[in-house]
């Protein structure tokens, strides 16, 4: 019988995997609890309206269609029983097989507090970008209806907590909206005066960077507007605002991009797990005596890579490409290859014509920075009409400081609700 | 004091109200329940995923910018105290008028059995849009993972009751999806066998044009393989299909395009309603002994116009225009005049080249009519960008018969949650 590949989640891991096993003698099954691949690492811009949704959600049935060794499945993975090879799905259904990869990556960590998560939501999937793009845009509505100043001002503070690449590409996008895209539109107040705090418990922002790059994002940051807080932590978050030890922020909208767990499939294998819950694998990705199951991606922790394997779509992919090459090789009885992550370049953007890049020694910031984000991004968007709708969006919000995608699709519900 | 003009309701006769007005010596509020001005006649292509929705969506803020005598407030108008002159608004604000302009237009009558509308869902708000296209694509998905024969058969029949515009529009699209979208993405069954039924109480499709045309529309609905059923009644509608007298549709996947009601405001006023809820109006709008009352769009009836007004969007934007030109005439003390809706004809688009168009005694159809329809709908979409993006979707979508938009964006919850 063919040998049955199952792939759990289809994320950058997990869609290089199956792409790689393409010639290969296999059976694939892909199991998404989406229809579509999600290109997160523009995910913020959707979260700020700069592009709609499907410019960077590909069906992952249509990139796959050609592939005729997969079969995609919608459904969601409950738990893996590794004794019996089978994966459980949603429905109770089972799905047996002979090699398994885990791909299903990261979720948002509050770090006990999982009571600060509807005050503050994170950014991962593309329903906490449309909660973010809603909350965002409904602030500065509310802000119009109010006639109190102070809580005006409420209304008028986003506070986002974290400053990895994702917390400062979120301030610098709504510093742009507050300053450029909503100028003129409102007629009770001037969103220019809107604050945008970015919060960091360490003390410096971009901290996989290095020192220098950290300060030059910094500086980009303020001079769009952002006020940057560093070596703060929080201690508290409600429906009001954020509390830093003895200070206190007073604002209705906080984005969280502070903290990351492995998706909770992990547990359920019973094997030991690292810190924030990711599966301790071997260097060639298999989990420890079961040499059937591999994980790639976020979902992975490789104790003895160093430096430490980063949690971007770069390593995913590498990850995803390998472990479908060491299916090929153990199905054919040779020997399996250790994972070796190549680092190509680190890339963070700030806002208009403003990043920081660091691709080995050399770093860059500024103008030249940006581009090089931008070349990047538009050509690792898989599809290639997404490619050309973005490049337009981008080229058109570039000019006019527009934004695409304001609309707030649940128009009837207000935010107090 | 500067007169004050309330417009509720930012749809085509709202806006149209509100941008006659720029020139006027009046402080405008606008009131909406979305922050978003939609075009409507393009909603069909949200639902069916070949357009994104900020492409047929724009901010009412945005449009109004510079239109320096209005102000927008989000929020929904609860009632209407004609005596006092107030609207009340959801969180009990009351925002005081000189003159009033009701534009809340119309939402889905189930006749009586508002059951139904938890198993087909109506195509009103943008959010209606995203739960069609959810239902469509999901059901879909739930097909490649059925064994019984019998329920993927459910999964993949697909109705729509009633063969109006929208009717025709939904169930041209869904065919074209299964026929051509979807060929070769699914591994268990062909999308192709897909049935789409359109279903029609009376004895033609496309009531509002002539028979000859009706006929012509039913041929191109077949061609693309819609099954169409006429003067059949529907008489029950749940989770697993439709009834109609005795015969049964076993479905998961019901639209309803059949009734129109008007929206619930116009109750608020205490004046009589004609059929379906609209309000009652004399010829130049006003409601009957309230001459600072006007009422525009789908939720005005005008019982002395004939033929009768269709509920179409330029009937919507020539009663605006009038409301306000009509308020500036009362303002000065000049007598107002009444409203005779100009018709510039009636298209209907079936599918790819597919459509039909009645331009006074001119009718076309096929290929012609199809084309007067493009023009006019890219033409009349607000915005300049938007028309740009909505010509490359389509361009692209026509040469590939991809649609861009597949992505379902709730993908963790499953359709039988």
């Known amino acids: 019988m063919t040998p049955r590949v199952v792939i759990i989640g ?11 096993l393409r010639r290969a003698p296999v059976d694939i099954t892909v199991v998404d609890r989406t229809n579509h691949h999600l290109f997160q690492p523009l995910l913020y811009q959707v979260a700020t309206a700069g592009l709609a949704a499907p410019a960077i959600a590909e069906p992952i049935r249509r990139i796959l269609a050609r592939q005729r060794n997969v079969t995609v499945l919608y459904g969601e993975a ?71 100043p102070v809580k005006r001002a409420a209304w008028l503070t986003f506070v986002v907590i974290g400053a990895g690449a994702t917390g400062v590409e979120m301030a610098g996008m709504l510093a742009e909206i507050a300053r450029h895209t909503l100028r003129g539109e409102f007629r009770r107040f001037d969103p220019r005066n809107a604050r945008v705090v970015l919060v960091e418990a360490m003390d410096r922002v971009l901290p996989p960077y290095t020192p220098d790059l950290s300060e030059r994002a910094r500086l980009q940051l303020e001079r769009l507007g952002v006020t940057v807080w560093l070596g703060r932590k ?4 409600n429906a009001q605002g954020v509390q830093l030890g003895g200070d206190r922020l007073e604002a209705k909208t906080v984005v969280w991009c502070a903290g990351v767990a492995a998706s909770p499939l992990g ?8 810190r924030g819950g990711r599966i301790i694998v071997e260097p060639d990705l298999t989990v420890p005596g079961h040499p059937d199951v591999q994980v790639v991606g976020d979902l992975a922790f490789q104790p003895d890579h160093q430096p430490p394997v980063p949690g971007v779509a770069p390593a995913a992919k590498q990850m995803g490409r390998l472990a479908a090459r060491n299916i090929v090789s153990a199905l054919a009885g040779r020997p399996t290859r250790p994972f070796r992550y190549s680092d190509y370049g680190q890339l963070a953007t700030i806002g208009r014509s403003k990043a920081v890049a660091m691709f080995g020694r050399i770093h860059v910031w500024g103008w030249l920075a940006w581009f090089a984000w931008l070349t990047a991004h538009i050509y690792f968007l898989i599809g290639f009409r997404n490619r050309l709708v973005v490049l337009i969006d981008w080229a058109w919000a570039y000019w006019t400081f527009e934004r695409s995608a304001r609309i707030v699709d649940l128009g009837a519900r207000r935010r107090d609700d």
């Open 267 to 274: 547990a359920t294998l019973g094997v030991p797990l690292a």
């Open 10 to 20: 289809c994320g950058f891991g997990g869609l290089f995997a199956a792409r790689a």
């Open 78 to 148: 409950q738990r893996v029983d590794v004794a019996s090879r089978q994966v459980v799905l949603e429905n109770g259904e089972a799905l047996a097989y002979d090699r398994l990869i885990l791909a299903t990556g990261a979720t948002d960590s509050y770090f006990g507090h999982d009571e600060w998560r509807a005050h503050a939501p994170g950014l991962k999937t593309l329903e906490d970008a449309f909660e973010i793009r809603k909350r965002v845009f409904l602030a500065f509505e509310h802000a119009e209806r109010e006639v109190d």
């Open 234 to 237: 929080v201690t508290g978050i």
